[in-house]
Antibody
Framework: QVQLVESGGGVVQPGRSLRLSCAASGFTFSGSGMHWVRQAPGKGLEWVAVISYDGGSKYYADSVKGRFAISRDNSKNTLYLQMNSLRADDTGVYYC?????????????WGQGVLVTVSS | QSALTQPASVSGSPGQSITISCTGTSSDVGRYNYVSWYQQHPGKAPKLMIYQVSNRPSGVSNRFSGSKSGNTASLTISGLQAEDEADYYCSSYTSSSTRVFGGGTKVTVL
């Protein structure tokens, strides 16, 4: 069965960096686009970034462009989100999600989420 | 990248039908049939309920249906049940190859 497991969250000071990981299993990771989606405490879902199956295409929300970088290692079935220059409003639960069931159609599987808290 | 517009809350009695709207623009909802809907219970990850406007993934009840007209997509829940009480979000592909979510709708079963 499809499993997505995020890790790397925690408490970080404003201006610092953090890298999230998402370990994937149960499907052909190298054949799927992948997303990061976040949710601030008590707020709605916000799409963050997407990466194509081969890493050749990447797109970002305006709120994170220039600060966050999405990447993947298909040999390790792992998705990453490098977060730099973190701000208080980056606080929230970060989910990785698989693109599917067709290309660009939706997010058909989600991880359990990892909490990132940006605070001094 | 403005969020899609959803009503903050919708309520209904058990057995009734409710509809949640999701309004975007001609650059997202109106241009592509890549509108999807998600159900999220408190403290849980979202779950895909509808993709490509009106398709249901395997395992999702046929009480959930989706449609689209112009820049507005809709999710209808028929035969409302207590377990349907949750937050619902729409999402769309955009002309910038990014994605956008709606603000979310809290469904209450009276």
């Amino acid at each position: 069965q499809v499993q997505l497991v995020e890790s790397g969250g925690g408490v970080v000071q404003p201006g610092r960096s953090l890298r999230l990981s998402c370990a994937a299993s149960g499907f052909t990771f190298s054949g799927s686009g992948m997303h990061w989606v976040r949710q601030a405490p008590g707020k709605g879902l916000e799409w963050v970034a997407v990466i194509s199956y081969d890493g050749g295409s990447k797109y970002y929300a305006d709120s994170v462009k220039g600060r966050f970088a999405i990447s993947r290692d298909n040999s390790k079935n792992t998705l990453y989100l490098q977060m730099n220059s973190l701000r208080a409003d980056d606080t929230g639960v970060y989910y990785c999600a698989k693109d599917g069931p067709d290309i660009a159609s939706a997010y058909d599987y989600w991880g359990q989420g990892v909490l990132v808290t940006v605070s001094s | 990248q403005s969020a899609l517009t959803q009503p903050a809350s919708v309520s209904g009695s058990p057995g009734q039908s409710i509809t949640i709207s999701c309004t975007g623009t001609s650059s997202d909802v109106g241009r592509y049939n890549y509108v999807s809907w998600y159900q999220q219970h408190p403290g849980k990850a979202p779950k895909l309920m509808i993709y490509q406007v009106s398709n249901r993934p395997s395992g999702v009840s046929n009480r959930f249906s989706g449609s689209k007209s112009g820049n507005t997509a809709s999710l209808t829940i028929s035969g409302l049940q207590a377990e349907d009480e949750a937050d619902y979000y729409c999402s769309s592909y955009t002309s910038s190859s990014t994605r956008v979510f709606g603000g979310g709708t809290k469904v209450t079963v009276l």
